[in-house]
């Protein structure tokens, strides 16, 4: 008999959202009247730019002659695409060559799928409150995972212990759920702490785009030494409105190694193997992203999601709740006023004001008693939340 991978039954039911989407429909069939404010969504609300979707239309009459039309891509990215994102970062101040960018249809698939280039008995540590995704991903592997909590007192941004004893170190910065964004010095001291012990970063970089105060790095490769211990993971999804249509990136330092063995060539050898790349029409929307025009336009779309996070942290200021993201970040995190739970702050908020937010609970032990509002929604829904919540709290 085939024998199943075990370690799925060690993972938790996705607790967090599945609990969420019971308790708001129970709530709408006992009060059929009533309308939901959704402040809880990690999708974005905005449609696609302009310029990705003209990008897209052209694309697909492209498949529809014989002269233009396209087959299999390139299993690590169109070459085009590769030079275009490595362009982007040089314009940053940060040097790659086209082979050290990989595209991907996803950061959630990378995330999950670069596994592939470490062995299982490297213990990964994961700073919590988390996105949920790193724990199951690892949980699947049957890989060690060392939690590393964080709290308001290092403002969501610990230093990595000297004791901490991990070798795949995952880094989410602007972070999801807290909102909080690692500095230069505070990134250095991981780097360092990875280079002393041969250690791996994944740095997630999903949210870098929300990034307006330029002393913060928006990649890790800005920071010295990164070139030595780190992959970066990246993704259009939130910065372009990407998430239905698909498409990250990832780069790997073509020095990258450890054991003997380069990363780089490794994953090349992975993709090689296991994808036959991103769609044609895909990398042809994407590549309208790092255009002049492109970027004006998803610039845009990000100035509306911040006026939402505005709108909120004027509204938690007012009401004077202790809160960090917001500014660099499209998630405002807080703590639950009168030292509530998490999961009460959710029901009292639903029952009374028809808002809904996300547990803090859901994303690790260390985040009972705060809570996570996305400014993904709307603008309406948003002012609407934020002067019921002033009317409540107030
Ligand atoms: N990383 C973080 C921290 C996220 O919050 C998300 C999505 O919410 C992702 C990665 C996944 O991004 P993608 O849509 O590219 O799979």
Redesign the pocket.
Known sequence: MIRPNLHYAELRDSYLFFHIAQKTKAYLANHPDKRLYRMGI??VSLPLCGSVIQALHAAVDDQAAKETFRGYMPECGAPELRSTIAQFYGRRGVALDDGEVFV????????GDILDLFDRSSAACIIEPA?P?YVDANVMAGRKIVRLPSSQDNGFLPEPPDDLDADLLYI?SP??PTGAVYTRDGLKKWIDFANRRGAVILF?A??EAFIEDDSLPRSVFEIDGARECAIE?C????TAG??GT???YTVIPRGLERGGMNFNAMWVRNRTTKTNGVSYLIQRGAAAVFTEQGQKEIRENIRVYKENARTLTDALDKIGVWYCGGKNAPYVWLKCPGGMDSWAFFDYILEEIQVVGTPGAGFGACGEGFFRFSTFGSPEDTRESAKRLIELLG
């Open positions: 990690g999708d991907s249809s996803g950061a959630s698939d990378e995330l996105y995704a989410c972070n999801n997630d999903a949210y993971i993704s259009l999804s939130k990407f998430t698909r498409l990250g």
